[in-house]
């Protein structure tokens, strides 16, 4: 089924290019010597871009796609299934300002993790919800945060860790998409209902993120 949000795309100039210079193969782009990189995948990237750029000590983020099996490939491909990538957000962070572990609280408190292979009003396996470890210690806490919530909740939790390998960035139009275009995106984040259904699930802890920036403290 077609995404709300691949129509709206149609407005968007559809010139941008996946650069495979760009690409992460088996690891992450370069980053500063003390900074970090994490990768997470919550349905629409640029919902997700968004969360993780309220957070103080996060300094980029960047859309893109893993978890599949077809090299480079576009947008159209990804969201039109059979390359088995998610949609996903790499977040470079300062570890001295927020840890793994917040971003983490973060990443689940803009999720719906009861939504299998869909999240909100996008379906399909590209929109599914997933943690992708850049390493031993990532994985052990990944999975020890979802051990957590499925120990909150009682229901299934369709949101899996999974194995990394390659990271590739979306198309130049698809970064800082809800900065570049701010009333299409809050059009397509209101109309795909974000917000009532993190409320619904996380109550007043939706979001994960305090107005200054800070994680906020779960129950």
Known sequence: MPSHRFALSTFSTLAGAVLAGGMLLGTVQAVAADNQQ?????????????????????????????????DNP?????????????????????PERVSYDELLQVF???????????????????????IFPLNDEQRTRAESSLDAVRERF????????????????????HQNYYKKNPLR???????CGRVERLEEIWGDEAGGVSADGQVAVSR
């Open 185 to 191: 995106y809050r059009f397509y984040k209101s109309a």
């Open 38 to 70: 994490a990768v997470f995948a919550g349905g629409c990237f640029w919902c997700v871009e968004e969360a993780f750029d309220k957070v103080q000590g996060v300094i980029s983020t960047t859309s893109g796609f893993t978890g599949g099996h077809t």
């Open 108 to 130: 689940w408190r803009n999720i719906d993790p009861f939504a299998e292979n869909r999240q909100f009003c996008d379906r399909g396996d590209s929109y599914r919800s997933a």
């Open 74 to 94: 576009s947008y159209e491909q990804v969201t039109g299934g059979n390359t088995g990538h998610a949609e996903a957000v790499e977040v470079e962070y300062d």
């Open 154 to 173: 009682d229901q299934n939790v369709a949101t899996r860790v999974e194995d990394f390998s390659v990271f590739y960035p979306a198309e130049d139009y």
